[in-house]
């Protein structure tokens, strides 16, 4: 499912060259629950952003459901990201001015979708996890863990078979965080991918597989007893 191969990003700031990736070796398999875990500048959010196809490594192989998307453009990135991917923030990305079922429908809207067919599948994933009673609430109605429900049923209507969720606590009080790590399981027991990226090892024990990541290298690779 997930193929990394030698990865290396570089960056180039003024006269430093910074090494964010070095000669990452990675895989997740269909159906995993994996946790990325490294503390500010470790290298997990550039790694989050080429799993996610958000960037490009700057060498390397990474091939996603057997797609090479090392050196796709910005126009196949963007659909494989439609097509393949859906993605949880920590801070949640929702439009302010919009309700929950308008919020969770954008990525159909994207897709071409009908507006019929968009309402019934954005309505059954805010029911999911959840949020049938808060369909047109917009998120200033909301609370914390509330909006990052809405989000994770986002992720959720494209289908998408891998969920990527980058620090998806961080926002939320204990109680609510909790409540979307709960959800995240329930989603990966019913068969989706999870990669799960935070600072948190207690965060990161809810997982499965545990990768930890340093100075832009992988130093562990364990599975979660």
Same mark, same amino acid.
């Given at each position: 499912?997930?193929?990394?191969?030698?990865?290396? =990003?570089?960056?180039?700031?003024?006269?430093?060259?910074? %090494?964010?990736?070095?000669?990452?070796?990675?895989?997740?398999?269909?159906?995993?629950?994996?946790?990325?875990?490294?503390? +500010?500048? +470790?290298?997990?959010?550039?790694?989050?952003?080429?799993?996610?196809?958000?960037?490009?490594?700057?060498?390397?192989?990474?091939?996603?459901?057997?797609?090479?998307?090392?050196?796709?453009?910005?126009?196949?990135?963007?659909?494989?990201?439609?097509?393949?991917?859906?993605?949880?923030?920590?801070?949640?990305?929702?439009?302010? =001015?919009?309700?929950?079922?308008?919020?969770?429908?954008?990525?159909?809207?994207?897709?071409?979708?009908?507006?019929?067919?968009?309402?019934?599948?954005? =309505?059954?994933?805010?029911?999911?996890?959840?949020?049938?009673?808060?369909?047109? %609430?917009?998120?200033?109605?909301?609370?914390?863990?509330?909006?990052?429900?809405?989000?994770?049923?986002?992720?959720?209507? +494209?289908?998408?078979?891998?969920?990527?969720?980058?620090?998806?606590?961080?926002?939320?009080?204990?109680?609510?965080?909790?409540?979307?790590? =709960?959800?995240?399981?329930?989603?990966?027991?019913?068969?989706?991918?999870?990669?799960?990226?935070? %600072?948190?090892?207690?965060?990161?024990?809810?997982?499965?597989?545990?990768?930890?990541?340093?100075?832009?290298?992988?130093?562990?690779?364990?599975?979660?007893?």
């Amino acid at each position: 499912m997930i193929e990394v191969i030698d990865l290396c =990003k570089t960056y180039h700031m003024g006269d430093n060259t910074v %090494h964010a990736l070095k000669n990452v070796n990675l895989r997740i398999d269909e159906g995993e629950f994996v946790a990325i875990i490294g503390p +500010s500048g +470790s290298g997990k959010s550039t790694l989050m952003n080429i799993l996610g196809c958000l960037d490009v490594p700057t060498s390397g192989t990474y091939r996603l459901f057997g797609e090479e998307v090392s050196r796709m453009n910005d126009n196949q990135l963007a659909d494989i990201r439609n097509r393949r991917i859906g993605f949880v923030f920590q801070n949640f990305n929702l439009l302010q =001015k919009l309700t929950a079922l308008e919020n969770v429908e954008l990525p159909l809207i994207y897709r071409g979708m009908g507006a019929k067919e968009r309402h019934r599948r954005a =309505k059954a994933a805010l029911e999911n996890v959840g949020l049938g009673d808060r369909l047109h %609430h917009k998120p200033s109605e909301l609370s914390g863990g509330q909006q990052q429900r809405v989000a994770i049923a986002r992720a959720l209507v +494209s289908e998408a078979p891998l969920i990527l969720a980058d620090e998806p606590t961080g926002n939320l009080d204990s109680n609510a965080g909790r409540e979307i790590l =709960k959800i995240l399981k329930e989603l990966n027991d019913r068969g989706s991918t999870v990669v799960l990226i935070t %600072h948190d090892n207690s965060i990161a024990m809810n997982a499965k597989r545990l990768i930890r990541i340093q100075d832009g290298e992988i130093i562990e690779d364990r599975k979660v007893s």
